[in-house]
Every structure is written in C-alpha cells, then in structure tokens.
C-alpha cells in the first residue's frame, strides 16, 4: 500500500522536522525482543529514546544495469547511549517509521524495512546500530514450525531432496505412482502440483507432477507427460522417487510466495515460506510491474518453474538470481518489498517531474556503461535442453538431474555459450542493423530462461525478456547523478523513472544539441533515494540517447 | 531584584536554593538550530530541524561573598556531571506552568488555562504586568513574549497582551513562564571543562556559564505535566523527569547513563 496522499505533501515541504523510530517488527518468532528506539518522545508509545537523528545513514540499494541484480542497502543509526542487549538477536526483522513533526505511533509511516545485524561501540565509545535491508538479508525461515524441537532445521525448502522407492512398477502414462512413503511431498496448497523426480533403472530421470498424495504410499493425478521438457519412462519397483519444492509461476509470484506467510499468497507449505507478514510486501505495486511488462499472462503457461531439490539458506541468493533472468528485481519501495523489472524507456509512466527548483545538484558522466553489446540473445530452458549442449559444458543437459543442479547456475547470471537453434532463441540486434559505436564492443549478450511449455508460449517469453531488456544492452547509457530538494521523491524507486526538466544551458548531453526536449526526457532511477536527515533526494540514473537512425 | 538557582543533588532530600546576594551581571540568549539547509538551482530551499533550544550566557559578579562562591563551586560540579537547574534571574518571578489544552491556543488567543507548576517550590506566581514567554518542544520551538493581563490561581487561568501571533493548535506541549525564569538548564556541552568560575587575586570572583535549555526534560516533564519537581524525597515519589536526572547523574551501570529516557530501558 502506497504512503498517503498527506505523507507524501508533508515530504515536499521546504522546511522537515523528522523523527523517526527504529522498531522490531513481531513475526512470532520466541526469540523475539521487540523493541522501539525513538529519536524523539512518542505519545502513548513504550519507546526508549536512543537514536540519534544527526548520526543516521541509511544506504539505499542499486541495480546494476544488464545484469539486473540487486544489491541491497544498510542502515546505520547512532545512538545515544547503549541498549539493552539482553535477548537481542542478530536477524530480527526492524522498520524504520518517519513521521514529520509530532505524531501519535500508529501514524508514523513505515519507509524501510530491514533486518538487525549489528550494535557495536566504537573506539570513539559511541554506539550505533547498524541493519541490512530486508530483501539483501533473507536467509532462513524465522518461526519454528508446530511441533519442531529446538535447533529444528530453518531451512526454506528444508523437505525437497526426500528419497523414497516405488513399490510398483510405474509405466510412462500411468495416472498414479505407489511408493514406499510419500512423507516429504509438498505442494502449494490450490494452486500447486507435487514435483517428483523418478530415477529410472533404464533411461534418463524424469519429472511427473501429482494432483496429490493418497495416504502415505500413492501419488494420484500423475501427470501423464514429464514436466521440464522431460518425456516419462517405465520404472519398476525399487527406483528412486525424489521429492522437489516445485511451482509453476511468473517469477514475481514466486518470490512473493517464498516470502510471505499470509495474505494472497498463503499457499506455499510452511517450510517453503520465510514467513514474513503480508504488510512488508506491495501486492498492488508489485501486481502493476508485472502487467507493465508485456507478459501478462501470469498463471498460465509457459511455466516458469521453481524445482528445488535441496534445502535453501541464501532466500536473498535464491530470489535475485530467478528474478534477475527474467529482467526484474526485489527491492524496497515506500517501506515495502516489491518488484521493479526492466523496461523500454517509453513504457515507464512518468510520475515525478523535477524543475530547476527543485534540483540542488548533479553530476554526469557521457558514456555510463562498460561496453554495447551488438544485441540480445535470450533462450529458454527447452531450446538447451532440445538443442545440442556444448560438451565441454560439465552439466548434463539432457539429464533432469543435470537440470536441478543447473538451476542454480543458470539463473546465476554465469552461463557457459549456448548453443541455440533457431526456433528456441530470440535474437534482437542493435538498431538500424548498425554494430555499437563506443569501444570496446562485445557480442550478444546472452541469457537463459528457466521457462517449459509449449513453443509459442515459450517465445512469449523469450520476445518479451529481450524487448524490455534490448536497449539497455545495445546503446551506452549516459549516468547522471542527481540530488532533488525535499523527499517526496522517496515514492520512487530503483526501476521508476524521473523527468529532469534541466535549464537548456547547463547541459548538453548525448542525447542531441540544446535541444530541451531530449534534455527533459527521462532518466531511469537505478539506485538511491533520501538522504535522511539531509533535506535532499539523491538518485543514481541512466539516460539512454537515441539510436543512430532516429 | 536578587537571582536565584535551584538545583538538587543526588540523594538529597529536597532541592537546594542558591539565592544569590545581587542581580545577574548579564544574560544573553540566542537560538541554536540543528538543521540543514540546501538550496536548488533557484534558489529554493529545503531544510531539516532536528533539535532547536534556547542558549544563555549569564554573568554574576565580580563578587567578595565567599560562600556564595562555594556554593557555586558545587553548582558547577553538579552541572559538570550533567545535572540541570533552574535560573530566576529574580527570584520572585519564577513561575512555569503547562498549557492543559494547547488545541485552544490559536492564533489571536489571548489567554488560557494551565496545568498546576511542576516547579512549585520557587513559590512564585503570576501577577499581571509580569513579562511572560509561551514556548512550545524542539525543534519546532515556537516561542514568542506577552504580558499578563489577568491571572486567577484558583483555575489557573491566564489572559496576555498582546495576543499569540502564532498558531499552537497542533504542538505537543505549550510552557507559560516568566520570561526571566529558565526552568530546565543544562550546561552546554560546548562549554563544559573550562572553569567558569574566576577570580581577580582571590579577591573578586566572577561567574560566566554557557547553559543549554534542556528540551528533553521540558518534553519528560509535560508527560506528566503537574506533577510536582524538586519535593521532598520523602513526601512522594520522584517523578520520571527526576528518574532521568538520577540516571544521567549516577549511570546507568554498563549500558551507562542515558541522556534520554534514562530510566526506561527495554523499551516495549
């Protein structure tokens, strides 16, 4: 949910009276020590009065361009004195409130969320805390689960990877599968299928999807095809059956699923969920980045599949690397997580206009990026699984498991040259056909897709990943550094853009002669945000000049 | 028209009176602002306030009474470790009083009613004519000077002239006091390890202290705003504002003395 109107009004006035307050958020957990550090007495509120207001920084977290990965920023607070330490524990989910001038708890606003990491005295004998921003800090599920013992294994995921054995000898097409124990099993509740991994004595693995399990020994609605661009053999009595954490969804649902424990996306099993509340997450924003990117079809196929076949202890690891391959990142907008994706330039909406009142300062750098690649290839994971794998390449793509232990490294961002056949990749050159005009030049730049399903649905995706993704790769973006007056630029974030209205004689750029019209065009917000407590806004951009032909 | 300083040690029974034998040789006041201030290609401005106070300088002497310069050793001690005070620059006009219903006073009002004084031992009160200051918490720090017109002490109702020129509506807390009474001073960090105290061959000695208003104590005091400060130990029970002032005095034991909310640790 988007601050309020009054919020945002109040962040734009000339003269900023903040308080703000550093308090733990309650998941549950028992380990909890809630808290609330206030850097000015809070009516009716239980606060202890620490924080220092002139000794805050709060690093906001950045983009980098091509690759789309996120990189989380960190909250540093002074305190007055030290805290009480007792009980305190590394990890504990905090939100930092805002409210300008006197205000009731309940009526600050929350504009970051992170996690505790460290309270430290330095040699100065001053003390600070410091804390990670949630979406960089996520590494374990925070609650226990009814009924675990104490140092029960926080792991997401912690199930997938269960073995058992079939009991009957299983013939490719067959709508059931009996096996010796179906505990480990899981699936997203409504929505979901159970992924199993059958290990076959003859033939290569395979993966079926089962409605669900009946009892403890039989699956049930078993796919009759495999799942993973995988084709089904028989299996007899004694092969190996293998649990996985498997969905299929757009990435952005995943993610959100991974995160929450409640609220739209309650489905997942509770070991698969971090279990953070439905609050720190913006369904509605989140929601309206998916449908800015042409692939609305969210549900349906082609499947972008999650299949984890082993505990998860890096969520943060987990959801950048799926989320960058597809374009988008987690972030933090307005004290909330969501997604921002890359787009075409022209099909970000433009919210925030800022004049010449309201810039303090800039800098520019005319070529912001490292190189211009000659185009885009985008491929998917059926084009490299049906296309010949190089054999140098370790990973054995014809097998599923090569494909579960690939996942990883596929979404990584590392990937070994794939070869792709015509009509499982999509290719985009630069513009006008013209190779790139700033040296050093590279090739394609290239990028896998964890997406299965039928062919069209497949280049849905890849058309789609590559168009928003194109110009970003094959023009040399211009970097401008830009610091605002107020923070009613804090609605912003990374992924949004802003529209400089500059005065036509202070800069000239790549982007034409003096001519205002491409000087005012807007600029894609890549990093920053406000600079509490300083009165000022300070984002990293990315301006993009025209093609050669336009 | 003699000064007076109130202060108490810790685990003194009651507050200690220092009047002083002759009027303060000076006090000079100025406004300290922490802010930042930017300004955009035109000109215009954007500013953060995180705290705003009152800064005096006062001057006593030269002076020959020697116990009077005793006293004041230990006054300084007592400010030296963070410990606060009260300063009438005449003793009988040392009345400090919280508004009870801030909403009412608008723009154009000309009186209202208090809360009874938390400082009630200076057993001063208002007196029409009396030069009267309304402020309001940092770092809004509203502050403006008026005259009593009336005062009632049954009700506590006060009327001024000239009328409020601000609007107080929307502040925390809003203090009545005399304009020479300063009803919660620190020594300014700034200030603290120089001797403020000398001395001309033993003979004639001089005072000249830097002194912060301490708003924290101003802001602790409104949460309970009549109950009373500085009473006998053994009549009551000492109020947070006074828990604080122990806390900042004695420590805080390994997490150390608190300058806020010094009493409160663990928060919720």
């Excluded at chain 1, 734009?12 to 998941?27: D, N, Q």
């Excluded at chain 2, 500013?47 to 006054?75: C, D, F, Q």
């Excluded at chain 2, 309304?134 to 403006?144: D, V």
Aim: hydrophobic share 40%.
């Amino acid at each position: 949910m988007s601050w309020p109107a009054a919020f945002v009004a109040a962040l734009a006035a000339p003269v900023l009276e903040p308080r703000f307050v550093l308090r733990s958020v309650t998941l549950g957990a028992s380990w909890e020590q809630p808290f609330t550090w206030a850097t000015h007495r809070v009516a009716g509120a239980d606060q202890v009065l620490v924080a220092d207001p002139g000794r805050m920084t709060l690093r906001h977290g950045s983009v980098q361009p091509v690759s789309w990965r996120w990189s989380a920023g960190s909250l540093t607070m002074g305190l007055l004195h030290g805290v009480d330490l007792v009980g305190l524990a590394r990890g504990q989910v905090v939100e930092l409130l805002l409210a300008l001038g006197p205000a009731d708890l309940p009526d600050y606003e929350r504009v970051w969320v992170g996690t505790l990491e460290q309270v430290a005295m330095g040699a100065d004998r001053r003390w600070s805390v410091t804390c990670r921003a949630l979406e960089g800090a996520l590494t374990t599920r925070w609650l226990a689960l009814d009924g675990d013992e104490l140092g029960a294994d926080p792991s997401l995921f912690r199930e997938a990877g269960t073995t058992s054995t079939l009991t009957a000898n299983y013939t490719a097409g067959d709508s059931t599968l009996y096996v010796a124990d179906t505990d480990g099993a899981s699936r997203p509740a409504g929505i979901g299928a159970i992924g199993i991994r059958v290990t076959p004595t003859t033939g290569d693995p395979f993966v079926l999807t089962a409605a669900d399990a009946l009892g403890t020994t039989e699956f049930i609605g078993v796919s009759s095809t495999g799942a993973m661009d995988t084709t089904p053999v028989d299996a007899v009595i004694g092969d190996t059956v293998t649990y996985l954490a498997y969905d299929e969804a757009h990435p952005a649902d995943i993610a959100a699923r991974v995160l929450l424990a409640s609220g739209l996306y309650s489905a997942y099993p509770q070991t698969w969920s971090l279990g953070l509340p439905g609050h720190l997450w913006d369904q509605v924003d989140a929601d309206a980045q998916v449908e800015l990117a042409t692939l609305a079809a969210r549900t349906t196929s082609p499947a972008w599949v999650l299949a984890e076949d082993r505990p998860v202890r890096a969520a943060s690891e987990l959801l950048t690397s799926m989320l960058s391959s597809a374009g988008f990142w987690l972030c933090q907008r307005q004290g909330q997580l969501t997604v921002r994706a890359v787009h075409r330039l022209e099909d970000i909406p433009v919210t925030h206009v800022a004049t010449a009142s309201d810039i303090v300062r800039w800098s520019y750098q005319a070529f912001g990026g490292e190189v211009e690649y000659r185009g885009v290839t985008v491929s998917d994971r059926g084009s490299r699984v049906a296309g010949s794998a190089p054999a140098t390449n370790s990973i054995d793509d014809y097998s599923p498991v090569g494909v579960w232990a690939a996942i990883h490294e596929l979404l990584g961002g590392a990937l070994p040259p794939v070869a792709t056949e015509a009509s499982e990749s999509t290719s985009f050159g630069a513009i006008g056909g013209q190779g790139p005009r700033s040296l050093p030049s590279a090739g394609y730049h290239q990028r896998t897709l964890p997406v299965y399903g039928t062919t069209a649905d497949r280049a849905a995706w890849r058309t789609e990943v590559a168009l928003r993704t194109l110009n970003w790769c094959t023009r040399l973006t211009e970097s401008i550094t830009l610091t605002l007056r107020g923070w009613q630029w804090a609605e912003l974030t990374a992924g949004d853009v802003i529209a400089p209205s500059w005065p036509a004689e202070l800069l000239t750029s790549r982007r034409g002669p003096d001519d205002p019209a491409t000087k005012g065009g807007p600029l894609l917000i890549i990093g920053g945000g406000p600079d509490y407590p300083r009165p000022t806004t300070t984002f990293q951009c990315l301006a993009l000049p025209p093609a050669d032909t336009e | 028209m003699s000064a007076a300083i109130w202060w108490t040690a810790p685990g003194a029974p009651a507050a200690t009176k220092l009047s002083l034998s002759a009027p303060l040789a000076d006090l000079q006041r100025v406004e300290v602002r922490d802010e930042v201030v930017e300004e955009s290609l035109t000109g215009a401005e954007s500013r953060t306030v995180t705290r705003t106070r009152s800064r005096i300088t006062v001057k006593y002497g030269p002076t020959h009474n020697a116990s009077e310069v005793r006293a004041l050793e230990a006054l300084v001690g007592h400010l030296d470790r963070g410990g606060t005070c009260q300063l009438a620059e005449d003793e009988s006009q040392a009345y400090a009083a919280y508004v009870d219903s801030v909403a009412t006073v608008d723009h154009g009002s000309a009186g209202t009613s208090m809360y009874a004084t938390p400082w009630a031992h200076s057993g001063a009160t208002l007196t029409a004519g009396d030069d009267i200051v309304l402020q309001g918490p940092s770092p809004k720090y509203l502050r403006e000077r008026t005259v009593v017109g009336s005062y009632l002490s049954n009700s506590r109702i006060v009327t001024w002239s000239p009328a409020t020129y601000f609007r107080w509506t929307y502040q925390e807390w809003m203090l009545v006091r005399h304009w020479g009474f300063w009803p919660a001073l620190r020594r300014a960090k700034e200030d603290r390890g120089r001797n403020p105290i000398r001395h001309t061959a033993r003979r004639h000695w001089s005072l000249e202290l830097v002194l912060d208003e301490d708003m924290s104590l101003l802001d602790l005091i409104a949460q309970t705003p009549d109950q009373p400060l500085l009473i006998d130990s053994a009549s009551g029970a000492p109020s947070e504002a006074e828990l604080e002032e122990l806390s900042r005095l004695e420590g805080g034991g390994m997490l150390g003395g608190g300058a806020l909310g010094g009493g409160r640790w663990g928060g919720a």
